[in-house]
């Protein structure tokens, strides 16, 4: 066992929680200081995704920790086993344990990704501007009901997992306490159809998950790329709304681009 890292100045109170894993925690309420930023006024639009959990402006692409393939396969197994195991058995009880200890290898995985990213975001920029969605709403069970069933309920399940393992929700979360004030929430519209070079709005433009090419201007960039420029530029709108130093432009944009045709 490692050395136990000391409690931290302020805290007041603590929690003793069991984890399905069968692992033992102890939470500490404390309230952490917030990050500094470089004071350059750098900053950055933050692109969610479920192939690429965040694609930053700058045009860097990070991707959240999970399970290796090899991991993969043995959860697979084990759910398999776990399905014609004995309700009540010792058997399922073991099955079920070991399940429970691969989620939690992959939660603390996501976990560690989203301290990391937040951390370097809030040190290295000013600014954080991220898409203002509801991932409450946007991971509700498309299900429906016996009486009016739900459409494309594989399909909706999938990118719910998909969304609820890239941490998006966590990330934003995060940011906010690391960097307080400096987080900047965006119309999510148009982000992901919108050229960041010339500004027109154009559906067929994103021609796969990766792939943007607008038929105006001729750009050509990662589709998560483009659509965190857009949300980057729309921040410098907002702050400058709000009274503060504009984050400027790319030269070659046209500045009243909500009057830009869309296709």
């Keep these: 066992m490692g050395a136990i890292p000391p409690v931290a100045d302020g805290a007041k109170s603590y929690r003793i929680t069991r984890d399905r894993a069968g692992r033992w925690h102890v939470a500490f309420a404390v309230v ?21 959990s965040a694609a930053l402006s700058t045009g860097e692409l990070l991707t959240a920790l999970a399970l290796r393939d090899s991991e993969k396969a043995r959860l697979l197994r084990l759910q398999r086993k776990l399905a014609r195991a004995q309700r009540g058995s010792n058997r399922r009880g073991k099955v079920k344990t070991a399940i429970a200890r691969l989620k939690a290898r992959e939660t603390d995985r996501r976990k560690d990704w989203v301290e990391k990213t937040s951390t370097r975001l809030a040190r290295e920029f000013d600014v954080i501007a991220v898409e203002n969605l509801k991932i409450a709403n946007m991971t509700r069970s498309a299900k429906g009901t016996a009486e009016v069933p739900g459409r494309g309920v594989r399909r909706k399940a999938g990118l719910n997992r998909g969304i609820l393992a890239n941490g998006w929700d966590q990330l934003v979360t995060r940011l906010e306490q690391k960097a307080p004030g400096r987080m900047v929430k965006v119309d999510p519209r148009f982000t992901s159809q919108r050229c960041s070079a010339c500004g027109v709005v154009d559906r067929e433009a994103p021609e796969s998950q990766a792939v943007f090419r607008c038929r105006s201007c001729g750009f050509a960039a990662n589709a998560d790329v483009n659509a965190a420029l857009n949300i980057r530029f729309a921040a410098g709108h907002a702050v400058a709304a709000r009274g503060g130093p504009p984050l400027g432009e790319p030269a070659n944009r046209e500045p009243q681009r909500d009057h830009l045709p869309v296709w």
Excluded: N, Q
């Excluded at 952490?32 to 690429?52: E, H, K, L, N």
């Design 32 to 52: 952490p200081a917030p990050i500094a930023g470089p004071g350059t006024g750098a900053a950055v639009g933050v692109d969610r995704g479920v192939v690429v």
